[in-house]
């Protein structure tokens, strides 16, 4: 067998063990194929490094993406965390083979190699950027696909707030994802947040984890709608749960706040 078809095989398992998790859940997307997501860091130096990127995901890296059928992808800059500068990119696909092959086939399309090519070969004394991570994660059951609010459409003001939750355990992690499919999705919704994508990590630093992404209009409406989450009778009765103790199940948080770049989809 070869690595491409053992990788996309071993993670397809991984991704329907994981979705068992989740079968609990009674949201009317349940049962539609989820997407898959890469989520990118690519961790740069001030000056050139930064317009090179820039350049290179704008005119040939997201257009190629999208080419591919993996649409719309998301680019922020770190607005507010631990390093800066950083971009994020966010790309979703329909397909677990057509995302960990994204790389592969780049290499075979000739207009991305063409707009590409600063960025590609630039020289080990004036790289691209420092390094890059990413993430492999399949989206919940109960959340499948990527939801877009209307301010993406419009490119009005918008912040993207990227939330991931440590478990330290297995076992912990399964429950809290429990968690968001128990009613959180629907306390969320009241409060008024824009719900992007929640992801169970199958790939990445740090496991077991879950990763999402919010968005709101500004600061101020980020601290008033999870003001709102927090007041709400729902989320106090089930935070307050023993299934759900907060501190048995989470051991860690990373909380960045996010903004589009100007080529961004999402």
């Known amino acids: 067998m070869q690595r491409r078809e053992f990788l996309g095989k071993s993670l397809a398992a991984s991704a329907l063990a994981l979705g068992g998790t989740a079968g609990m859940a009674q949201s009317a997307d349940a049962g539609k194929q989820r997407e898959y997501y890469e989520l990118r860091k690519y961790q740069l130096q001030s000056g050139p490094q930064t317009k090179l990127t820039d350049a290179y995901l704008a005119e040939a890296l997201i257009p190629a993406l999208n080419r591919m059928g993996m649409s719309p992808v998301g680019a922020f800059n770190l607005s507010i965390g631990p390093n800066t500068p950083e971009i994020y990119v966010l790309i979703p696909s329909p397909s677990l083979e057509q995302l960990v092959t994204a790389e592969l086939r780049l290499g075979h399309d000739e207009e991305f190699l063409k707009k590409a090519s600063a960025f590609w070969s630039a020289p080990a004394t004036a790289p691209a950027f420092l390094r890059y991570e990413s993430q492999l994660m399949i989206a919940f ?24 939750y440590e478990s330290p355990s297995n076992a912990d992690h399964v429950t809290k994802v429990k968690m968001f499919h128990s009613g959180e999705f629907d306390i969320f919704q009241r409060a008024g947040f824009g719900q992007i994508f929640y992801g169970d990590v199958l790939i990445g630093p740090r496991l077991p984890k879950l990763t999402y992404m919010l968005t709101f209009g500004d600061l101020s409406e980020l601290d008033a709608k999870w003001q709102a989450f927090g007041n709400d009778p729902d989320w106090k009765k089930l935070s307050h749960s023993q299934e759900y ?12 706040i996010l903004t589009p770049k100007s080529y961004s989809q999402i």
């Not at 609010?149 to 993207?160: G, Q, Y």
């Not at 103790?245 to 909380?255: G, K, L, M, Q, T």
């Open 141 to 164: 059951e109960g959340w499948p696909k990527m939801k877009l609010p209307e301010s993406s459409t419009s490119k009005a003001k918008r912040v993207f707030q990227l939330r991931t």
């Open 245 to 256: 103790a907060f501190e048995e199940i989470v051991s860690n948080i990373d909380n960045l």
